[in-house]
């Protein structure tokens, strides 16, 4: 906490760069910009805050912004997730709002401050190695800041230099540039940053961080320009080009997409962590433990963001909020961050290579009867409540805690309820039967501390038949309280560089057909697949899902390639119900029923929803989005 009041006060002080009488007077209550940028700790602590800033989709990124780890972080644990069919909540059954996921004011003043950098740049006594070094951090950190800027808003306010306040309100307005000249603004900032940053390893901006950036940002630009016609918007700011590329931008970005991955791939530097697994069992744990400290992933990771100490603006809580229930220590909301079964389905089983593999419940095999338990129909019984998921990729099993595995040392019990011995069925309703002297609990144990499914009890417990794993660490207790999670985040990895590569290049029909399929077969190699599969739009996108799940991607893959307002139209998400089959005693049973997310609604998205609404036009004079 010391650090950071300490960290505020210089940026305080950093604040009065825009203001020349100021600099003239020397104060000597201030810090200047020579004196901070000539200690080495002033530049730490001063990039320490622009990299605070950065819009990082992490741990701390809910519905209502970025770093929601300080003051009162209680935001229920509804993330981005949860607007997609990756998760459901707990309790909620909220869809995307309008006032979800802005990032207007706090995007300006990161934009700000950086400019205030860059004008202090020039003037600083430091090494001309240093020198190169802090413009391109500059070139990236704001490439970042309008990255975050264009994919919300389409075509915003180019600020390049630092505004002067002469009494003149008007004279600060900046008319919103179009998309298409923030894009290329974005990939201008990259290239700088490309050009000046060296080569070298720690979290700050590298050469390498440039272009993963300029990868990312690329394939978001080409893809709306190649999808635009999926979902076109009218109004004045579609007429004016704010929103919207033309079809022919497509081209130019998905070759910049190929040309950044292509220098990281060809580069040498980086690879994927345990690329060659034994067994997919040994794939499951390789892939778990990726995300449990990014710090061994080795040079997999190309960015990370670190969650070092924990507390207030700090740590962050994704443990607590999605802890299950069995092992919450205390806490008094767990468990809700729930996968839903439409992304388990995703998953492939290595006995069938690419093709998703929907779970099969029944005899009959109807994967789409989602209307609850039917005592004419033939459910296949397992031994396990998790056989049903066995010879599915490994990277389910790393990714999500399925009913009865371990976790800390913990059998996980998600049951959602029985089936009597004369066939009826008990389901979500807290009931016991004894039957030859043994009591059987329709949530599958008899109290709340031993189970974590299915019981509404607390919004605790699990509504689709799976807990959270990915992220989770599950070397540390739990300690019930804010931000006590230290887990650290990777922003850019190899795997998703190797993902957009092969998008770019089966999208654009340019490129290196046979290096893109296998870059996407290498990741399915480290997920213990054995079985190449070809490089086709179908295969590229079912591995981003299961690839990159809960990275916060989906949620901009469904914008950017404009699918949303056709995968959510009137539509259900899922959950499976693990029952014990009672009908089979004295042996042990399991059937599992495909049903409607309990409690929810069907989720529609609307197509204004492509962009966020500008806030603030009245006094701005910016033109307003479509439809807002």
């Avoid at 007429?239 to 931008?249: E, F």
């Avoid at 008899?446 to 509504?463: I, L």
């Avoid at 190699?525 to 295969?539: Q, S």
């Amino acid at each position: 906490m010391y650090y950071y009041k300490k960290l505020m006060m210089l940026f305080a002080g950093m604040l009065l760069f825009s203001c020349n009488s100021v600099l003239e007077l020397q104060p000597t209550d201030k810090i200047r910009a020579e004196d901070l940028f000539s200690d080495p700790e002033g530049v730490k602590l001063y990039m320490a805050n622009l990299y605070f800033q950065l819009p990082t989709e992490d741990f701390a990124y809910f519905r209502g912004g970025f770093n929601q780890n300080g003051g009162d972080p209680n935001n229920g644990g509804f993330v981005p997730a949860m607007i997609t069919d990756e998760a459901a909540h707990t309790e909620f059954g909220d869809f995307l709002g309008d006032g979800d996921f802005h990032w207007w004011d706090q995007g300006y003043k990161l934009v700000r401050d950086v400019n205030l950098l860059a004008d202090a740049i020039p003037n600083l006594n430091i090494l001309e190695e240093e020198r190169r070094a802090l413009t391109g951090e500059s070139a990236f950190i704001k490439a970042f800041a309008y990255f975050g800027l264009a994919k919300r808003y389409g075509g915003v306010s180019l600020i390049k230099a630092t505004q002067q306040y002469t009494g003149d309100v008007e004279s600060l307005k900046v008319p919103r540039s179009t998309e298409k000249e923030t894009w290329d603004y974005v990939m201008e900032l990259c290239d700088q940053a490309i050009d000046n940053l060296g080569e070298g390893t720690g979290r700050r901006a590298n050469k390498w961080m440039a272009y993963a950036l300029k990868s990312r940002a690329a394939l978001h630009a080409a893809s709306i320009a190649k999808f635009w016609n999926r979902a076109p918007l009218s109004g004045n700011a579609a007429t004016q080009g704010l929103v919207g590329l033309d079809a022919s931008a497509a081209a130019g970005y998905y070759n910049q997409c190929i040309l950044a991955n292509e220098a990281i791939i060809s580069s040498g530097k980086f690879g994927l962590y345990m690329p060659s697994p034994a067994s997919p069992e040994e794939a499951a744990e390789n892939y778990r433990l990726l995300f449990q400290n990014p710090n061994t992933a080795g040079n997999e990771a190309i960015m990370i963001k670190g969650y070092t100490l924990p507390g207030n603006n700090l740590g962050h809580n994704y443990d607590i909020w999605f802890q299950p229930a069995q092992t919450a220590n205390g806490w008094p909301h767990p468990g809700r961050m729930n996968p839903t079964l439409d992304l388990v389905d995703t998953y492939e089983r290595y006995d069938n290579p690419g093709v998703s593999a929907p779970v099969v419940t029944t005899v009959e095999g109807n994967i789409n009867d989602y209307n609850g338990y039917n005592p004419s129909l033939n459910y296949i019984r397992f031994d396990s409540p998790n056989e049903i998921f066995e010879g599915k990729d490994a990277r389910l099993w790393g990714t999500a805690i399925l009913p009865q595995t371990n976790w800390k040392g913990t059998p996980i019990i998600i049951q959602a309820g029985y089936v009597r011995p004369d066939g009826s069925a008990v389901i979500r309703t807290n009931d016991n039967i004894t039957i030859n002297g043994t009591t059987y609990y329709t949530y599958g144990a008899a109290s709340t501390t031993q189970y974590s499914g299915f019981d509404t009890y607390g919004g605790n417990n699990t509504r689709t038949g799976f807990s959270f794993k990915k992220f989770m660490n599950q070397l540390n207790p739990i300690t019930p309280g804010w931000n006590q999670s230290t887990t650290d985040f990777m922003e850019f990895r190899y795997a998703e560089i190797l993902l957009n590569y092969a998008e770019a290049v089966i999208e654009s029909g340019t490129g290196d057909a046979a290096a893109a399929a296998k870059a996407l077969n290498d990741i399915r190699k480290r997920a213990g697949h054995t079985v190449d599969i070809p490089l086709t739009v179908g295969n590229v996108q079912r591995e981003r899902r299961v690839e990159l799940a809960f990275e916060n991607k989906r949620f901009w893959d469904l914008i950017r390639r404009r699918e949303y307002h056709t995968e959510f139209n009137n539509r259900m998400v899922h959950a499976i119900l693990p029952l014990q089959d009672l009908r089979a005693l004295p042996e042990t049973k399991y059937i599992f029923v495909r049903v409607n997310l309990p409690n929810s609604n069907p989720r529609t998205f609307t197509e204004r929803s492509y962009y966020r609404f500008i806030p603030g036009i009245g006094s701005n004079g910016l033109v307003q989005n479509p439809q807002y």
